[in-house]
């Protein structure tokens, strides 16, 4: 085989994985399940973040976000800033979100829920619209519970 030869070979297979298709990110089944744990304290912290996504983001109760976060909650997202009532600001005075009925079961596709220690993470399928057409990635949430109540928040958000 020529130097060629090798040179194109090796280029088609560092391209390979570049070239083929993505499989697309597909939600859990059964999304409450996943809010479950047979360890005590992690199903508690599960049922944490449960509510602040039925209750706060699914249907706006920001009313009760009191009952989910501390008065400290600290916001890593660049857009709300730190404490309960800036963050309920921005969801109600901001966002504009209106109080809807709490449904009987969550609706948000929801992929993984994962709980170490004082941490859960939400991982959810996200649709993209980017250059080379529309695609699926994944898109997360995680809070740090403490004393029954969400403290502190991250996600991958940029600045509206």
């Given at each position: 085989m020529s130097r060629l030869s090798h040179w194109a070979a090796a280029a088609l297979i560092l391209a390979g994985p570049a070239v083929q298709a993505q499989d697309a990110v597909i939600p859990a089944r059964d999304a409450e399940a996943l809010f479950t744990s047979p360890d005590p304290r992690l199903h508690a912290n599960k049922q944490v973040v449960y509510h602040i996504i039925r209750n706060l983001l699914e249907s706006g109760r920001w009313d009760q976000a009191g009952f989910f976060l501390t008065d400290r909650y600290v916001q890593h997202n660049p857009n709300a800033a730190s404490g309960l009532g800036n963050?309920?600001?921005?969801?109600?005075?901001?966002?504009?979100?209106?109080?809807?009925?709490?449904?009987?079961?969550?609706?948000?596709?929801?992929?993984?829920?994962?709980?170490?220690?004082?941490?859960?993470?939400?991982?959810?399928?996200?649709?993209?619209?980017?250059?080379?057409?529309?695609?699926?990635?994944?898109?997360?949430?995680?809070?740090?519970?403490?004393?029954?109540?969400?403290?502190?928040?991250?996600?991958?958000?940029?600045?509206?």
């Open positions: 963050v309920v600001h921005y969801f109600v005075n901001v966002l504009k979100v209106q109080p809807k009925p709490l449904p009987e079961r969550i609706t948000t596709p929801i992929v993984a829920v994962m709980a170490e220690g004082d941490l859960v993470t939400v991982l959810y399928p996200r649709t993209v619209n980017g250059p080379a057409g529309q695609y699926t990635t994944t898109w997360f949430d995680t809070w740090r519970i403490r004393d029954g109540k969400a403290d502190e928040h991250w996600d991958p958000a940029l600045k509206d």
